[in-house]
């Protein structure tokens, strides 16, 4: 079965400074990943989501990017947070024609 | 423009009744929905899906109805319990069960009053 790592589980980061979150997923090959972040009254919303090493396609303009350099690995960085990047981020993983499945997310505090 | 509305951001039901969760959609494209259950500080689990296919779906004390002419889903849950108590959040696909594009709600907070 699928697993997720998602890493950390809490973040407080200064404006201004960088982001790199980390996603790693056992249990399956080439699946399709995702980074997803709910704010507050916002519901999920679909940031980057790539479908396989280096193809990364972005769903909304940020200030946000995203890589997957390996088959089972995808992160999410910034160069320079703002405050409008606090939220819950969340990584998820969908193997060939079955639901994503979810990590247990990042609490990220831009301060 | 929100293609998947979850109009009651909250929702308080007796333990051991029935809640139901309601869902709208605008894209008559979408084939594929499914709910997702969240608690605090966790990521969402998939809880059951339907496909455009049928319009009803069962799993133990959840079920899921689409209604297509009225571009409405429903979950619901029964009998209702505490630990139920969580954010639901709907979900649709344009591509059948595979596809990478889901399109989330906003979320109901379920709470069940013991």
């Known amino acids: 079965s699928q697993t997720i790592h998602q890493w950390p589980a809490t973040l407080v980061q200064p404006v201004g400074s960088p982001l790199s979150l980390e996603c790693t997923v056992e249990g399956t090959s080439n699946p399709n990943l995702y980074w997803y972040r709910q704010a507050a009254g916002r519901g999920l919303q679909l940031l980057f989501y790539s479908v396989g090493i280096g193809q990364i396609s972005s769903e909304v303009p940020q200030n946000l990017s995203a890589s997957r350099p390996q088959d089972r690995q995808f992160i999410l960085s910034s160069k320079k947070l703002l405050l409008s990047d606090s939220g819950f981020y969340l990584c998820?993983?969908?193997?060939?024609?079955?639901?994503?499945?979810f990590g247990q997310g990042t609490r990220l505090t831009v301060v | 423009d929100q293609q998947v509305k979850q109009n009651s951001p909250s929702l308080s039901v007796q333990e051991g009744r029935i809640s139901i969760l309601n869902c709208d959609y605008t894209?008559?494209?979408?084939?594929?929905f499914l709910w997702y259950k969240k608690y605090p500080a966790e990521g969402p689990t998939f809880l059951i899906s339907i496909s455009s296919i049928k319009d009803k779906n069962e799993d133990g004390r959840f079920t899921v109805f689409l209604n297509k002419s009225a571009k409405h889903l429903s979950l619901h849950i029964v009998p209702s319990q505490p630990g139920d108590s969580a954010v639901y959040f709907c979900?649709?696909?344009?591509?059948?069960?595979?596809?990478?594009?889901?399109?989330f709600g906003k979320g109901t907070k379920l709470s069940v009053i013991p």
């Open positions: 979900a649709a696909s344009a591509d059948g069960a595979g596809s990478y594009q889901l399109t």
């Open positions: 894209n008559s494209m979408f084939d594929y």
């Open positions: 998820a993983c969908q193997a060939m024609n079955t639901e994503a499945f």
